[in-house]
């Protein structure tokens, strides 16, 4: 696009920065902003399975004080291990995410050498 290119190059020469440099950096910030964003989704997500996984226990110990433990004791197990489970794929979710990201961001890819 010739008058676009003429533009840039007004800019260039009025300013000393090119617009594209100003729009790449504004897009490296929103992009961190976004991972944070994320990563407080991915903690708040954690956060409320542990307190689900507590809610069980708790309601489990009320139980066998009432003398229901035995009644309650497979089904109380069953949902703290689905919420276990769950915390384990998101874990395991976040973790793959993080490892990609670090190979983008790292100079030449996963090539680093443990033996160096």
Request: hydrophobic content about 30%; proline content about 2%; glycine content about 4%.
């Amino acid at each position: 696009d010739l008058e676009r290119e003429k533009q840039r190059l007004q800019n260039v020469l009025a300013t000393g920065k090119d617009v594209v440099e100003h729009q790449v950096k504004q897009t490296l910030v929103q992009t961190k902003e976004e991972e944070l964003a994320e990563t407080d989704r991915f903690e708040e997500h954690m956060s409320l399975l542990v307190n689900e996984v507590q809610e069980r226990r708790e309601f489990q110990a009320e139980m066998e004080a009432l003398g229901q433990g035995k009644k309650y004791q497979r089904i109380i197990l069953t949902e703290i291990s689905q919420k276990m489970r769950e915390m384990e794929i998101i874990d395991k979710k976040r973790s793959e995410e993080v490892r990609e990201s670090m190979t983008k961001d790292s100079p030449g890819g996963n090539n680093s050498n443990p033996c160096d």
